[in-house]
């Protein structure tokens, strides 16, 4: 039977050819573990194979899981859209924002940020699909967000985070990431220190490296298929 430390391990090391592939330096991609859905004890289990990182999309989810694993040196990270109403916890429990697209919602994270901790960690979320239903700062509206985020000083903006429509179609897939990068260096040639691309997702992350990733956003690939959720609010 296939553990989470095998699949783990796995993805590591498809992570490391798809680097090698792409030229880029090995180790220059970061995997964020998408644990949503998913029980304490499959994260306990992933950290005791070598994963720090995790990702959590359900922020009373995410809370009850960090209190269970709070003997565990665990990176939080918060993925996809925030709620005014969620800003307050989100900004003192978490290291990392992946899905920033309104100004409203920095403010009030930058708000709520505890001023004796280190700036929480902003990637802006790019709909660079355009869809209606997607979240996400239209491209050409992304720079004036940019500019208004990095003013904000208990935020640190770090880059930039998308999800792509999903496709099969490989070259669509680079299409997308790379329009993402090219957003990304050019807000660099004008100043920006930014580092972080955030995207590529179990299905399509090797060509999210290819163009450029540097953390790639694993779940099914790593913990199977998702529980059903009062599944994981029942286990520990």
Known sequence: MTTIADRLQAVKARIHAAEHNARRTADSVLLLAVSKAHPAASLREAFEAGQRLFGENYLQEALNKQQVL?????????????????????????????????LKIAERLNAAR????????????????QESSKSGVLPEDLETLAMAVQGLPHLRLRGLMAIPAPTSDIELQHKQFRMVREL?????????????????????????????????????AIFGPRPRAETVMAQP
């Open 70 to 102: 709070g003997d565990l040196d665990i990176e939080w990270h918060f993925i996809g859209p925030i709620q005014s109403n969620k800003t307050q916890p989100i900004a003192q429990h978490f290291s990392w924002v992946h899905g920033v697209d309104r």
């Open 114 to 129: 505890p001023t004796d901790a280190d700036p929480l960690n902003i990637c802006l979320q790019v709909n660079i699909s």
């Open 184 to 220: 990304f260096t050019q807000l660099k040639a004008k100043g920006y220190m930014l580092d972080t691309l955030s995207m590529g997702m179990s299905e399509d992350y090797a060509a999210a490296i290819d163009e450029g990733a540097t953390i790639v956003r694993i779940g099914s």
